[in-house]
């Protein structure tokens, strides 16, 4: 394996280290208001951001973890992690804005 590492590989972990400080405070912050109100959407709108947040980290660790260390490319099997998690998260979302 080489030691150069591709620029695309370096934006993958820039990006998904935001996506995760960002995630996290996203459902950090709906859940302090869930705690505050014990509103089921808000309870609702946390687990949808949790989801999206694990999914986004999960897809990045498959793609590039695993990748490395199996020696295979995983980027479909990423790519397929986080579009289930992220459809499962917008319901869940879509669902809190229901909610009565």
Same mark, same amino acid.
């Given at each position: 394996?080489?030691?150069?590492?591709?620029?695309?590989?370096?934006?993958?972990?820039?990006?998904? +280290?935001?996506?995760? *400080? %960002?995630?996290? &405070? #996203?459902?950090?912050?709906?859940?302090?208001?869930?705690?505050?109100?014990?509103? =089921?959407?808000?309870?609702?709108?946390?687990?949808?951001?949790?989801?999206? +947040?694990?999914?986004? *980290? %999960?897809?990045? &660790? #498959?793609?590039?973890?695993?990748?490395?260390?199996?020696?295979?490319?995983?980027? =479909?099997?990423?790519?397929?992690?986080?579009?289930?998690?992220?459809?499962?998260?917008?319901?869940? *979302? %879509?669902?809190? &804005?229901?909610?009565?």
């Amino acid at each position: 394996m080489s030691p150069h590492i591709p620029s695309s590989q370096v934006g993958i972990v820039v990006t998904k +280290t935001l996506t995760l *400080i %960002l995630g996290s &405070l #996203i459902t950090y912050y709906s859940y302090r208001a869930y705690a505050r109100t014990k509103a =089921p959407e808000l309870r609702a709108l946390t687990w949808g951001f949790g989801i999206m +947040t694990f999914g986004a *980290i %999960l897809a990045g &660790l #498959i793609d590039i973890g695993v990748s490395a260390y199996l020696g295979h490319n995983l980027l =479909p099997v990423s790519v397929f992690a986080q579009s289930v998690l992220t459809t499962i998260a917008f319901a869940i *979302i %879509l669902y809190s &804005l229901y909610v009565e």
